[in-house]
């Protein structure tokens, strides 16, 4: 289905390789399940160094990473639903080969002050 | 400085000590874009975004039973929504993403997870079909999400007077009403520049 509601009659979405197939049937991660869309991952040394070796969406996740990505990018990347995107990169995080950048926010659930205040800056200079 | 942020970092070790001082200093931050099936959504996105819009999928599960008919797919349970989505490198180390919400209400589901630490969301209104934002003001309204309406300023919709828009709208007091044309990065950086201006005033 496409952003406004259009149905998707490719059913499976046109790939050839189900998306359980890449996460060996897991729908959650241990640990990244509230990974947020938006969170950022950047490829480790110790990724770059593992990544000839590890199966290929794993590789390309960390490929891509070598500059900052968002888990909507990898996503993106991978032409694969979010949950899978959080399930491979949480396992990558975990294995120490991405590290994740998490927004940073107070309280009261919204983004700090100083960064609104940053974000405006970056803004008004455009 | 560990790469350690926010209020996620105690939820099972997702980040790692020891990465570059560089990479430590980066944050996410997001803006929602939301409105009705073809104001000009992925438009705005694009004028503003520094990659072609990409799409991103997630899946709905269970919440759609009843509401979607899958007897035309039988062995399909979960349908798939799409959102456009784009960047802005604000800094050297924040990176602004803007989502294109999908409008119906069916997806609010998906809204929840969206809007939470989202800076705030930009409702496009298309003055043709303004019906079609009610839901999103409501909601943006409803969870305390710093907003500004904005008027895609298609043609025939010229003269109209501001205040009987936000009328029309319900819009709250002090929430900005903008124009743009969803087609000119410099007019879509003004409505986001109003929109973090409101997000700092309800902040204070």
Redesign the interface.
């Known amino acids: ?5 259009r149905e ?1 009659t490719r ?1 499976d ?1 046109g790939r050839v390789v189900p998306n359980y197939a890449f996460t060996a049937g897991r729908t959650r991660s ?3 399940a ?7 991952v ?1 490829a ?1 040394e110790s990724g770059l160094a593992a990544a000839p070796g590890l199966p290929p969406e794993s590789r390309a996740i960390i490929e891509a990473s070598t500059g ?1 990505q ?1 888990l ?2 990898i ?2 990347l991978l ?5 899978v ?1 959080r399930v491979l990169v ?1 396992d990558l ?2 294995d ?1 080969h991405l ?7 107070g309280t ?4 700090r ?1 100083e ?10 200079a ?1 | 400085m560990v ?1 350690v ?5 105690a ?6 000590a ?2 570059k001082a560089a ?2 200093e ?5 803006i929602l874009v939301a409105g ?3 104001v000009g ?2 438009t705005l996105v694009g004028a503003l975004s520094e990659i072609p819009p ?7 599960t269970s919440l759609s039973e009843g509401i979607d008919d899958t007897s035309a ?1 039988p062995d ?1 349970t979960t ?7 784009g ?1 802005v490198t ?2 050297d180390a ?4 803007l ?2 919400t ?3 209400s069916r ?1 609010w589901f998906m809204w929840d ?2 809007a ?4 705030g969301a930009v409702i496009l209104v298309d003055l043709r079909r303004i019906d079609e934002c009610f839901a999103a003001v409501d909601y943006f309204e409803n969870r305390g999400v710093p907003f500004v309406v904005a008027l895609n300023d298609f043609p025939g919709t010229e003269g109209v007077d501001d205040d009987a828009v936000r009328d029309a709208l319900a819009v709250p007091p002090g929430c900005p009403l903008v124009h743009v044309d969803a087609r000119d ?1 410099t007019s879509c ?1 003004a409505a ?2 109003s929109l ?2 409101h ?2 005033a309800e ?1 204070a």
């Open positions: 289905m496409s952003v406004d509601g998707d059913g979405g241990a640990r990244g509230d990974m947020p869309i938006e969170a950022l950047t480790t900052p968002s909507a990018e996503g993106a032409e694969v639903p979010l949950g995107a949480s995080a975990a120490d590290a994740v950048h998490l927004p940073l926010v009261d659930g919204r983004p002050r960064l609104l205040e940053r974000l405006l800056d970056g803004l008004r455009r | 790469s942020h926010g209020d996620h970092a939820d099972g070790g997702l980040v790692r020891g990465a990479q430590a980066l944050l996410p931050l997001k009705g099936f073809g959504k992925t990409l799409s991103t999928e997630q899946e709905m797919v399909k349908t798939t929504v799409a959102m456009d989505f960047r604000v800094d924040l990176v602004l993403y989502f294109g999908p409008g119906q997806f997870e969206l939470r630490g989202a800076v990065g950086t986001l520049i973090v201006e997000a700092l902040a």
